[in-house]
């Protein structure tokens, strides 16, 4: 079943549309696990294909039947405002030479705290109210800066989700703060982490493994896609991201 809505957030005074898929079957009695999708507009049909399919015979692909939340901008301003809702708040942003003064055609960044504080207090309860969900199985997935945000949120915010899916993510962003922030992290529980990056992303590479080896988590997993880039790594890692929450 798949169905769609339109969610106003007075966090970020922004209107997002909210694509949802629900298994058919049975609910399971702890409810769904429920899978949080950024840049939902672009991936919200693959996402919701791999779980159809593979759940089928989840003892063997380790995909569990699980909702799909996927969280969409609109499609005339997604690019520009995902700079806005997915990156931390800073003094100043330090960007690497390689982007050549790129990304600072706006002065729009920042909004990570207010964006999760949308995800958390309007568009969850919407989804509780909605579907019999397992609260102690959501997962948070991000590409690119939607993996930036994915690992901002583990850092940050480490409670309000169980499994975090940072794909191609973002290390870059501001002078890689990521890393600087792994040394100011409060982490009592333990939460798992997926990391993917294709081969062929260069630096996204390099500073990838960097963060995974300072983080020296054992609850990470790492994984470098033979042969993929920053365009092909979503549609050849979905699978095996959602196949790592069951094995947590």
């Known amino acids: 079943m798949d169905q769609s809505f339109k969610l106003q957030s007075a966090f970020t005074n922004y209107c997002y549309t909210i694509h949802v898929y629900?298994?058919?079957?049975a609910v399971p009695e702890e409810g769904?696990?429920?899978i949080y999708l950024l840049d939902g507009g672009w991936y919200f049909d693959f996402a919701k294909n791999i779980v159809k399919l593979q759940s089928r015979n989840h003892p063997k692909t380790f995909?569990?039947?699980s909702i799909i939340v996927a969280i969409s901008h609109q499609e005339e301003d997604v690019r520009t405002r995902?700079?806005?809702?997915?990156?931390?708040?800073a003094e100043q942003y330090v960007f690497p030479e390689r982007t050549k003064g790129k990304h600072m055609d706006t002065k729009n960044y920042g909004g990570a705290e207010q964006f999760f504080a949308f995800l958390q207090q309007e568009l969850k309860p919407k989804i509780?109210?909605?579907?019999?969900?397992?609260?102690?199985?959501?997962?948070?997935?991000?590409?690119?800066?939607?993996g930036y945000f994915a690992i901002w949120c583990y850092l940050k915010q480490h409670e309000a989700f169980t499994h975090y899916l940072a794909i191609s993510p973002s290390i870059w962003w501001n002078d890689m703060e990521l890393l600087r922030f792994i040394d100011q992290k409060s982490i009592e529980n333990q939460r798992s982490l997926f990391?993917?990056?294709?081969?062929?992303e260069t630096f996204m590479v390099t500073e990838s493994k960097q963060f995974i080896d300072k983080l020296a988590a054992s609850e990470a997993v790492y994984y470098v896609a033979p042969d993929e880039n920053?365009?092909?790594?979503?549609?050849t890692t979905m699978s095996r991201a959602f196949r790592s929450i069951i094995k947590k």
């Open 230 to 235: 920053h365009a092909s790594i979503v549609p």
């Open 63 to 65: 995909v569990q039947p």
């Open 32 to 34: 769904f696990p429920v």
């Open 128 to 146: 509780y109210e909605k579907f019999a969900t397992n609260r102690e199985q959501e997962t948070l997935y991000g590409h690119s800066l939607g």
């Open 22 to 25: 629900v298994p058919d079957g």
């Open 195 to 200: 990391m993917a990056v294709g081969e062929h």
């Open 82 to 89: 995902r700079f806005y809702d997915f990156t931390g708040p």
